[in-house]
T-cell receptor, first 112, second 112 residues
Framework: DTGVSQDPRHKITKRGQNVTFRCDPISEHNRLYWYRQTLGQGPEFLTY????????KSRLLSDRFSAERPKGSFSTLEIQRTEQGDSAMYLCASSSAGLGAFFGQGTRLTVV | GQQVMQIPQYQHVQEGEDFTTYCNSS?????IQWYKQRPGGHPVFLIQLVKSGEVKKQKRLTFQFGEAKKNSSLHITATQTTDVGTYFCAGFNAGNNRKLIWGLGTSLAVNP
């Protein structure tokens, strides 16, 4: 499978716990995006990497959220001290410059 | 801040009827992308328009980019039940190709 893959697909966690999600983009894509989506809403931009550099980060992202792309390949998104409001689908997408983004199937986070 | 408005929010059609969704940006876009998201799925890239006044067709789908590069439309001729889903437009602000600005989507329901 040469598409964007995300792991895990589902995550249930207790409030206050830390969670980490992984995204493996399409190998030749140098751009990687993280989005958050709740029911009935469009994707909400979280952050953008070009290769290993994090070039854009949403102001909506609190300091509990951090993302890395250490070698310019896979990326991780960590949420510390989760809150119920963090429950959402977390989508990763990758692209090459000037082209459309290809999305993974997402990680559905439920904070109980 | 920049906004991308999309109308209508919802549309119900009978199978065989046509459907159009409109996207309007408060600022000039460098390009416009369209995505389709099936219920329970992830956004799937459909097309990108770059040139002022550009029109592209994919079978029964016709995409237009306005002359001022601030608006776009997606028209589906003779809808089928397989067209069900939410259609999102998204664009890069001219001068910032790091963050796609997304519309809220138009949800299309097709009655057989």
């Amino acid at each position: 499978d040469t598409g964007v893959s995300q792991d895990p697909r589902h995550k249930i966690t207790k409030r206050g716990q830390n969670v980490t999600f992984r995204c493996d983009p399409i190998s030749e894509h140098n751009r990687l995006y993280w989005y958050r989506q709740t029911l009935g809403q469009g994707p909400e931009f979280l952050t953008y990497f070009q290769n290993e550099a994090q070039l854009e980060k949403s102001r909506l992202l609190s300091d509990r959220f951090s993302a890395e792309r250490p070698k310019g390949s896979f990326s991780t998104l960590e949420i510390q001290r989760t809150e119920q409001g963090d429950s959402a689908m977390y989508l990763c997408a990758s692209s090459s410059a000037g082209l459309g983004a290809f999305f993974g199937q997402g990680t559905r986070l439920t904070v109980v | 801040g920049q906004q991308v408005m999309q109308i209508p929010q919802y549309q119900h059609v009978q199978e065989g009827e046509d459907f159009t969704t409109y996207c309007n940006s408060s600022t000039t876009l460098s390009n416009i992308q369209w995505y389709k998201q099936r219920p329970g799925g992830h956004p799937v890239f459909l097309i990108q328009l770059v040139k002022s006044g550009e029109v592209k067709k994919q079978k029964r789908l016709t995409f237009q980019f306005g002359e001022a590069k601030k608006n776009s439309s997606l028209h589906i001729t003779a809808t089928q039940t397989t067209d069900v889903g939410t259609y999102f437009c998204a664009g890069f602000n001219a001068g910032n190709n790091r963050k796609l600005i997304w519309g809220l989507g138009t949800s299309l329901a097709v009655n057989p």
